[in-house]
Each structure stands twice: as structure tokens, then as C-alpha cells.
């Protein structure tokens, strides 16, 4: 399976700071420094949430045999965004 770790600071509802890391996907960890990069200094909301699991993935190359990982990361991630705004 694959996994994602977060740590994401929000004050006021805004992002302020982000590490999002990838779990199973290559021999190490893989942070996805473009994900971070969208949601910092932005309002958290799904919206956001949506563009950074796009972009946290864009140049994904899966193989035949393990495509749904991708689609499981960008839930995932969009899950990380979301749940950061509860805090």
C-alpha cells in the first residue's frame, strides 16, 4: 500500500507552514515539495486541498500493475489538507 504524512501548521485558517512526505512509493520517503508550496500562505479549503493533490502528483509514472496508488495518494493528501483545518 502507500501512506502520507503530514505536518501542517494553520493559523487563522491559513496554511503557514507544510511538510508532506510519501510513504511506499520509492525506497525512501518522497516529499511532495509541490503540494507544500501550494497550500503555504493560502486559506485551507477543499478547493486548495484539490489543486495540491494534483499538483503533488502531476509527474506520477506508475506502472500498469500499481495505477491505483496514485489515486489512493490523491486522496490521501486532499485528506491531510482537509484534516489540517480542524486543528
Do not use: T, W
Amino acid at each position: 500500500m502507500v501512506s502520507v504524512a503530514s505536518v501542517i501548521m494553520v493559523e487563522n485558517g491559513v496554511c503557514v507552514d507544510a511538510r508532506i512526505l510519501f510513504g511506499a512509493v520509492a525506497p525512501e520517503p518522497v516529499r511532495a515539495k509541490a503540494a507544500e508550496d501550494r497550500i503555504i500562505g493560502q486559506p485551507i479549503n477543499g478547493h486548495l486541498a484539490h489543486e495540491a493533490e494534483e499538483q503533488a502528483l502531476a509527474n506520477a509514472q506508475s506502472l500498469p500493475m500499481n495505477a491505483y496508488k496514485v489515486e489512493i495518494l490523491k486522496a490521501l493528501v486532499k485528506r491531510a489538507i482537509m484534516d489540517s483545518s480542524l486543528q
